[in-house]
Nanobody, 123 residues
Framework: QVQLAESGGGLVQAGGSLRLSCAAS????????MGWFRQAPGKEREFVGF???????YYAGSGKGRFTISRDNAKNTVYLQMNSLKPEDTAVYHC?????????????????WGQGTQVTVSS
């Protein structure tokens, strides 16, 4: 069982930056692949990026070059650094844990989810 809690969301102007954190409970955090997803009002939850157990990262096209995912296994935490934010990045951002460990961009591929943190980017 893994419990996830996101933090770091807020209101930022276009062009600004935010760093989201996802703190995980449990002693097996390092064995999970970790994903970030977002959901805007009226839209489906969409893949943002993923970091494997070994720290290999994958990103959706919308965030390539602007978003960076990292993890600190000693702190049981995964991060999403978001730069050059745009109004279309406005959404609730969720982290998710995947026991299978390897890359997946699919919502159905994740076993545990956090409640999410709101990110609002003003123009």
């Amino acid at each position: 069982q893994v419990q996830l809690a996101e933090s770091g969301g807020g209101l930022v102007q276009a062009g600004g930056s935010l760093r989201l954190s996802c703190a995980a409970s449990g002693r097996t955090f390092s064995s999970y692949g970790m994903g970030w997803f977002r959901q805007a009002p009226g839209k489906e939850r969409e893949f943002v990026g993923f970091i494997s157990r070994a720290g290999i990262t994958y990103y959706a096209g919308s965030g390539k070059g602007r978003f960076t995912i990292s993890r600190d296994n000693a702190k049981n935490t995964v991060y999403l650094q978001m730069n050059s934010l745009k109004p279309e990045d406005t959404a609730v951002y969720h982290c998710a844990a995947r026991s299978a460990g390897w890359y997946s961009p699919d919502v159905s591929g994740y076993d545990y989810w956090g409640q999410g943190t709101q990110v609002t980017v003003s123009s």
